[in-house]
C-alpha cells in the first residue's frame, strides 16, 4: 500500500512527459494573527507588503477561504484538519492546568486532544523534517500537547496567546523547545521583537537542516506569526514610515480599498461596499486630538503588517539561497477577520505602552479601524459572517502552480490543509496513535486548485464559534450571530444569504426563503451534533 501511495504521489508531482516527476515539495504554512481581509496589497490594502504581493502573482489568490473565527479554534482546525470541537478546542485554550474539567463536555476541555495528529506528526511520518516558530495556543501547562509533543522537531515560540512584542512576560514568554526563555536575545540589530524572533529562529532551522545528515530530507515549517495582534507594538523605523498616512480617516480608506478590490477582480461590481459599523462615528465628527490618536494607532498596525512581509523576505531569500524554493510550497493564511476588541475607537499610545508588563490589549485599534481592515464585509474575529471568518490564502509552488492565475473563486476551509499536506507529502493519515483512535480529516485536498480546476467538495462548509453559525452549500450562506448560544438554537436569528449576487451579506433572504432556511439549519444540526458542537454544558445530574 505505501509503496503504490508512492507511484501514485510521483504521478501527480510528475512535470512534462519524458522528464523526471518532481521530488516531494517542501511544505511551509504562513499564519498571521488578527490581520483583516483588505490589509495586505494583493487583496486592497495600502500597507507595503511587497513580498506577499509577488508571491500572490506568482502563485494563487483565493477570494473565499474559511478559518474558525478565532486564534486557537483556527490553529486547531489548521493543525489537525478536524472541526476545533473534535479536538477539545470548541471556545478557547485553557492555561491554567491539565487534566480534564469535569463541568465541560469534551468539546470544550481547551486543550488538544488525543483524537487527532498534527500536520508535523503526519509530515514526519512521511520521512519530512519538521520545524515550527511561533504561537502555539493549542494546549495548557501540560507539555504532552507542545509542539516537540506533537510532531516538531525544533521549536521556538509562545505556547499560549498575544505576548508582548519587546518583552515577554507571565506565561506569555518565548520557549526554546521545551524550555522557557525569560530573557531572549534579538537576533537583528535592533531590540528583541517576536516577529523578527520568529522568522529568524525558522531560517536558523532551516539552514542548520541543510548542514545535518538529514539535508536531503524535505522539510515541513510552520511559521506563526503573533502580528497584527494586540498590543500593537512596532519598530520605530516602520512606525516613523506610516505616521500619518492614516489621517485621511476610516471612511475614505474604506472607500479606497474597496475601488482597489473591484479594479482588480477581487470582488464584482455588484457587490456593495457594506455602510460604517454603526456604533462607528465619521472620522470627521472626531476632535483633531482624536483623530492623531486614532491615527497612530492605526500606523502602527500597519507597520506591523509592513515588519511580517519584510520578515517572510527574509525567509524566502534563504529558502532561494538553499536552491529549494522552485519545489517548495508555501501556503500563507491569516487566522480570523480583524479584531474589533478593546473598544471602538482603540485604547492605548503605540509608543508610551512599549513598557515592560504593560496590559496587553491596552494597545489596540478598536471597531473603527477593524471596520476598515475588513472592507468589503462587515462583522469581525468572533463572527462567522464574512468579515470574522473570510481571509486571504496565497497558494505558491514554482514547480506545480501557473504563474499568473486569475483569482481563485471556489471556496476553501483551513481543514483542507491537512489533506493537502497528506496529498504532497505522499504521507498515510493514521487511524490510530498508539491506544488512540484518530478521528478521519474532514477536509479535501487543494491539489485541484492548484492545478486550475474545481474543488469537488461533497459536503457544505461548516462553522460555529461562541454562538456564532454558519453553513455554507454552494453560494447559499446561513449565517448568524448568536444562533447556537449553550440553550440550545435560537432559530430567530438565521440570516439567510446568495452570495454569489451578494458576498457582502447585505440582503437577508430568511424571509422569503424559508424552506432553504429548514434545510441548511438542519443541515448545520445534524454537523452540530456529530463534530460536539453540542451539548455545550455537561449534564451531571445522577441519572
Not at 504532552?144 to 499560549?160: E, K, M
Not at 479535501?444 to 459536503?459: C, H, T, V
Not at 457582502?504 to 451534533?529: C, F, G, I, Y
Request: charge should be neutral; include cysteine; glycine fraction near 8%.
Amino acid at each position: 500500500m505505501k509503496l503504490l501511495r508512492v507511484l501514485l504521489l510521483s504521478l501527480s508531482l510528475g512535470v512534462a512527459e519524458g522528464k523526471t516527476p518532481a521530488a516531494r515539495p517542501n511544505v511551509i504554512v504562513v499564519l498571521v494573527d488578527d490581520m483583516g481581509f483588505s490589509d495586505i496589497a494583493p487583496y486592497g490594502g495600502e500597507i507595503d507588503t511587497p513580498n506577499l504581493a509577488r508571491l500572490a502573482q506568482e502563485g494563487l489568490r483565493f477570494t473565499q477561504f474559511y478559518n474558525s473565527a478565532r486564534c486557537c479554534p483556527t490553529r486547531a482546525s489548521l493543525m489537525t484538519g478536524l472541526h476545533p470541537h473534535q479536538v477539545g478546542i470548541g471556545h478557547m485554550t485553557t492555561e491554567g492546568g491539565a487534566g480534564m474539567n469535569p463541568n465541560l463536555p469534551a468539546a470544550y476541555q481547551g486543550n488538544l486532544n488525543d483524537s487527532c495528529v498534527t500536520l508535523a506528526q503526519v509530515a514526519k511520518s512521511a520521512g519530512y523534517a519538521t520545524f515550527m516558530a511561533g504561537k502555539w495556543h493549542l494546549s495548557g501547562k501540560d507539555p504532552a500537547d507542545w509542539p516537540l509533543q506533537r510532531g516538531f522537531d525544533r521549536y521556538y515560540g509562545c505556547l499560549h496567546g498575544a505576548t508582548h512584542y519587546f518583552t515577554p512576560y507571565g506565561e506569555r514568554i518565548m520557549y526554546a523547545g521545551n524550555q522557557p526563555d525569560p530573557q531572549p536575545k534579538s537576533t537583528t540589530q535592533r531590540p528583541f521583537y517576536t516577529t523578527d524572533a520568529f522568522a529568524d529562529h525558522a531560517i536558523s532551522f532551516l539552514r542548520e537542516h541543510q548542514e545535518s545528515e538529514r539535508k536531503k530530507d524535505p522539510f515541513f515549517l510552520y511559521l506563526a506569526f503573533t502580528a497584527p495582534h494586540w498590543p500593537l507594538h512596532a519598530h520605530e523605523a516602520e512606525l516613523k514610515k506610516y505616521r500619518g498616512r492614516y489621517q485621511l480617516g476610516w471612511d475614505r480608506l474604506r472607500s479606497e480599498r474597496y475601488q482597489r478590490q473591484l479594479a482588480t477582480g477581487l470582488i464584482p461590481n455588484a457587490w456593495p461596499l457594506t455602510a460604517r459599523d454603526p456604533s462607528v462615528p465619521a472620522w470627521d465628527l472626531l476632535d483633531s486630538a482624536m483623530q492623531d490618536a486614532c491615527e497612530h494607532r492605526m500606523a502602527a498596525y500597519a507597520a506591523m503588517i509592513d515588519r511580517v512581509d519584510q520578515k517572510l523576505g527574509d525567509l524566502i531569500t534563504a529558502v532561494k539561497a538553499s536552491g529549494q524554493w522552485e519545489n517548495t510550497l508555501l501556503m500563507f493564511m491569516a487566522d480570523n477577520g480583524a479584531c474589533a476588541e478593546g473598544s471602538t475607537l482603540g485604547l492605548g499610545h503605540p509608543v508610551k505602552e512599549r513598557r515592560a508588563g504593560v496590559p496587553l490589549m491596552d494597545i489596540s485599534y478598536g471597531t473603527c479601524w477593524a471596520n476598515a481592515s475588513n472592507t468589503p464585509y462587515r462583522r469581525y474575529k468572533h463572527f462567522t459572517h464574512e468579515g470574522g471568518a473570510n481571509t486571504p490564502f496565497i497558494a505558491h509552488w514554482p514547480q506545480r502552480i501557473q504563474a499568473g492565475r486569475d483569482w481563485y473563486r471556489s471556496p476553501a476551509q483551513l481543514i483542507d490543509i491537512m489533506a493537502t499536506v497528506v496529498d504532497v507529502t505522499g504521507a498515510e493519515y493514521p487511524t490510530a496513535r498508539g491506544a488512540h483512535q484518530i478521528l478521519p480529516m474532514e477536509g479535501i485536498s487543494l491539489l485541484p486548485a492548484f492545478d486550475g480546476k474545481l474543488l469537488e467538495r461533497d459536503k457544505p462548509i461548516f462553522l460555529e464559534h461562541e454562538g456564532n453559525a454558519s453553513v455554507r452549500d454552494g453560494d447559499w450562506k446561513l449565517v448568524g450571530a448568536g444562533v447556537s448560544p449553550a440553550g440550545g438554537i435560537q432559530k430567530k436569528h438565521w440570516e439567510l444569504y446568495q452570495l454569489r449576487d451578494d458576498g457582502t451579506e447585505m440582503r437577508n433572504l430568511a424571509a422569503t426563503h424559508p424552506d432553504k432556511v429548514q434545510v441548511l439549519s438542519q443541515q448545520w444540526q445534524d454537523w452540530a451534533k456529530r463534530v460536539g458542537v453540542v451539548p455545550k454544558k455537561r449534564d451531571n445530574r445522577k441519572k
